[in-house]
T-cell receptor, first 111, second 114 residues
Framework: KAGVTQTPRYLIKTRGQQVTLSCSPI?????VSWYQQTPGQGLQFLFE???????NKGNFPGRFSGRQFSNSRSEMNVSTLELGDSALYLC??????????FGPGTRLTVL | AQSVTQPDIHITVSEGASLELRCNYS??????LFWYVQSPGQGLQLLLK??????LVQGIKGFEAEFKRSQSSFNLRKPSVHWSDAAEYFC????????????FGQGTTLQVKP
């Protein structure tokens, strides 16, 4: 099976812009979770979607949002970008929420 | 509050030497426990996991981990380290079911000396 894919792999934006990141889970996986990884804060949970419903949300401002489509693909959106949003954004999929398999990540740089 | 602590930020071992990476967790119930490895610029690869049963679990690449409830620990071990094991290692804890949320430790960077 193909692994989790994330697009784009690298992205450069400027402050105030918005960005959309995409994640395609492993075939058959219905749960998709998103994490932000920064040198200072480490890996932090953003949100989780299961069957198109947000099931869990981390402690991030409302500028961070996501959604999941009927084919389990997921997108996350960050509006009004700030410098501190520069990070590696990781997507993980799971067949049944107990074990998560991660994609390669999208490296977002905000200038 | 739920938390994971990896006391060692950076560890250096010689190739062929044994390795132990420490992980302590704070969690109200019996947690699901994981070890992931991340190479530079890459995503996280699952090394092993513990849900229940035998407290010594075997993973990929020759790694194993032991769950010790009394010490709230889940330390990762490898008998003989290879240069390709140099990477960052993350311990994570998750709830038993119904959510995919993982809480990660800060990570331990492993350097391997030739």
């Amino acid at each position: 099976k193909a692994g989790v894919t994330q697009t784009p792999r690298y992205l450069i934006k400027t402050r105030g812009q918005q960005v959309t990141l995409s994640c395609s889970p492993i075939s058959g996986h219905r749960s998709v979770s998103w994490y932000q990884q920064t040198p200072g804060q480490g890996l932090q949970f953003l949100f989780e979607y299961f069957s198109e419903t947000q099931r869990n949300k981390g402690n991030f401002p409302g500028r961070f949002s996501g959604r999941q489509f009927s084919n389990s693909r997921s997108e996350m959106n960050v509006s009004t970008l700030e410098l501190g949003d520069s990070a590696l954004y990781l997507c993980a999929s799971s067949p049944n929420t107990d074990t998560q398999y991660f994609g390669p990540g999208t490296r977002l740089t905000v200038l | 509050a739920q938390s994971v602590t990896q006391p060692d930020i950076h560890i250096t071992v010689s190739e062929g030497a044994s390795l132990e990476l420490r992980c302590n967790y704070s969690y109200g119930a019996t947690p699901y426990l994981f070890w992931y490895v991340q190479s530079p610029g890459q995503g996280l690869q699952l090394l092993l996991k513990y849900f229940s049963g035998d407290t010594l679990v075997q993973g990929i690449k020759g790694f194993e981990a032991e769950f010790k409830r009394s010490q709230s620990s889940f330390n990762l071990r490898k008998p003989s380290v290879h240069w390709s094991d140099a990477a960052e290692y993350f311990c994570a804890v998750g709830p038993s079911s119904n959510t995919g949320k993982l809480i990660f430790g800060q990570g331990t960077t492993l350097q391997v000396k030739p």
